[in-house]
């Protein structure tokens, strides 16, 4: 597996609170993506980073922010969490093909 | 929007039988089409990729088929094995070269021993 970690690994939390992701990697690489994983959806982007201070939306935003202060470590924020917000949160990176995307272990998340 | 179409979304073989997934695309730009695998509880793994300048590939008993006029590209696994049965998802780049992949809903292989 490629150098990324995720952390926490599981996380339970009650709506309303705030709660941060942590993604690192150890690759060096220049692109980093936060995916959601929901039963019957396949994998959805949130938002990825194309560099340092670099940060764009995917799909499924709405509620999420990111920021990225070194190559290594990627975070994603729930400002304020919701029910709906229960699911996989998987980290991603790339090198600079882009296309190649290889995948961190997963947050599982709970929001009550 | 654009989109990946994955069929079927659940497939049942006895071992040693072939599988075969299929997915199809909207965006005429994509030009990467990666296929990942994913055990219950585990991260997805890369287990082969083709680009639009080829149209087949193959590892040992996996290998993809793309047909970019129909947009259509497809996984086939030969001679399965129970350690194949897992969640298989198919993705595009949306965009092209430099776009972010676009995934299929999975397919939920189960090979009977």
């Known amino acids: 597996d490629a150098g990324i970690t995720q952390s926490p690994r599981h996380k339970v939390t009650e709506t309303g609170t705030p709660v941060t992701l942590r993604c690192h990697q150890t690759e060096n690489h220049r692109y980093m993506y936060w995916y959601r994983q929901d039963p019957g959806h396949g994998l959805r982007l949130i938002h990825y980073s194309y560099g340092v201070k670099d940060t764009d939306k995917g799909e499924v935003s709405d509620g999420y922010s990111v920021s990225r202060s070194k190559t290594e470590d990627f975070l994603l924020t729930l400002e304020s969490a919701t029910s709906s917000q229960t699911s996989v949160y998987f980290c991603?990176?790339?090198?600079?093909?882009?296309?190649?995307?290889?995948f961190g272990p997963g947050t599982r998340l709970t929001v009550l | 929007g654009e989109n990946v179409e994955q069929h079927p979304s659940t497939l049942s073989v006895q071992e040693g039988d072939s599988a075969v997934i299929k997915c199809t695309y909207s965006?005429?730009?994509?030009?990467?089409f990666p296929w990942y695998k994913q055990e219950l509880g585990k991260r997805p793994q890369l287990i082969i990729d083709?680009?639009?300048?080829?149209g087949e590939k193959k590892d040992q008993r996996i290998a993809v088929t793309l047909n970019k006029t129909a947009k259509h590209f497809s996984l086939h696994i030969t001679e399965t094995q129970p350690e194949d049965s897992a969640v298989y998802f198919c993705a595009g780049n949306y965009g092209g070269s430099q776009g972010n992949l676009i995934f299929g809903k999975g397919t939920k292989l189960s090979v009977k021993p």
């Open positions: 991603a990176i790339s090198g600079a093909s882009r296309n190649e995307q290889f």
């Open positions: 965006d005429s730009a994509s030009n990467y």
């Open positions: 083709i680009r639009s300048n080829v």
